[in-house]
Nanobody
Framework: QLQASGGGLVQAGGSLRLSCAAS????????MGWFRQAPGKEREFVAL????????YYADSVKGRFTISRDKDKNTMYLQMNSLKREDTAVYYC????????????????WGQGTQVTVSS
């Protein structure tokens, strides 16, 4: 299971750090990823980190502003979000990456419950 936390309300230009605690079978995944879903829109890929080598991948819309990381000892993944924009407003989900096209939701399972991020102007 995955437990996401750390969302909240922040002004544009501000920062938030999301956390995702992993347990159970998620340990056997290739990595962990973040997706987000804004009202009326499809869920979209944000970032991925692999468990072993710590390779990272980002959506173009967040490159240079967001940083994904993981603490293997704590089985926890993080998403540091800086220079937040109104368009970053969404529910953020973490999930276990099982392989394949990493921008596709079908490559993931064990989705967490999501945490709301709201960026105000």
């Amino acid at each position: 299971q995955l437990q996401a936390s750390g969302g909240g309300l922040v002004q544009a230009g501000g920062s938030l750090r999301l956390s995702c605690a992993a347990s159970g079978r998620t340990f056997s995944s290739y990595g962990m990823g973040w997706f987000r879903q804004a009202p009326g829109k499809e869920r979209e890929f944000v970032a991925l980190i692999t468990w072993s080598g710590g390779s990272t991948y980002y959506a173009d819309s967040v490159k240079g502003r967001f940083t994904i990381s993981r603490d293997k000892d704590k089985n926890t993944m993080y998403l540091q979000m800086n220079s937040l924009k109104r368009e970053d407003t969404a529910v953020y989900y973490c999930a276990a990456y099982r392989g394949g096209g990493y921008v596709n939701t079908r490559a993931y399972d064990s989705w967490g419950q999501g945490t709301q991020v709201t960026v105000s102007s």
